[in-house]
């Protein structure tokens, strides 16, 4: 069986986004999936996003990778407990501590949790690892779109 990741159960109005919208041709397409209680996303960054030493993974581009499966890790707990279709999550607050350098061309983890759900905000627990190392933890405020946002 194969199981769909979050990302691509959003509306298509909702699946452009550069780090993990299906419909963004140029993206890269992150797919998170449900791992027991917690939520899972693996990526292996390639050594053309690294940072200022050859071999290791810009800033940036760690915070892209948890921002994303933070905001789809919200929209499947949304989905999960009201048993009712989430919209999308756009990321209110975004928390990054980097513990160790993550390597490029290696096989990264990165690991949701959730803290908090509270009306349309979802709180979620973030780490990313690489090999088992921790390389960054940190904790993001998803809040999600009403759905007559757009109209407005
Ligand atoms: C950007 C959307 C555009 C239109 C939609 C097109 C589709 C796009 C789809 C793709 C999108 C692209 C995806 C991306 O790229 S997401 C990356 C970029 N993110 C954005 O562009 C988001 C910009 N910000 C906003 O649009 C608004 O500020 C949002 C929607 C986030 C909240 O404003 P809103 O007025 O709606 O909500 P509220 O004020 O009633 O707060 C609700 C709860 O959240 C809590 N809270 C809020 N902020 C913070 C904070 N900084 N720290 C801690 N907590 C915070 C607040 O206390 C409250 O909790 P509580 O007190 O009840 O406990």
Redesign the pocket.
């Known amino acids: 069986m194969t199981e769909l990741a979050f990302q691509d159960q959003y509306a298509d109005?909702?699946a452009?986004?550069y780090?993990c919208g299906r419909l963004n041709e140029d993206g890269m397409k992150l797919k998170s999936y449900w791992d027991g209680e917690e939520t899972v996303c693996r990526f292996t960054a390639d050594p053309k996003f690294s940072g200022g030493y050859p071999g290791f993974l810009y800033g940036g581009m760690i915070a892209s990778l948890m921002?994303c499966h933070g905001?789809a890790t919200a929209w499947a707990a949304k989905a999960r407990t009201v048993q009712q279709e989430a919209t999308?999550?756009?990321?209110?607050?975004l928390k990054v501590d980097f513990r160790a350098p993550a390597p490029t061309n290696v096989e990264l983890e990165v690991r949701g949790k959730i803290n908090e759900i509270?009306?349309?905000?979802v709180v979620v627990d973030l780490t990313l690892s690489a090999a088992g190392k921790l390389c960054a933890e940190g904790s993001a405020?998803m809040?999600e779109?009403?759905i007559n946002?757009?109209e407005g």
């Open positions: 109005e909702y452009h986004c780090g921002d905001a999308r999550f756009v990321t209110a607050s509270k009306g349309r905000k405020v809040v779109i009403p946002r757009q």
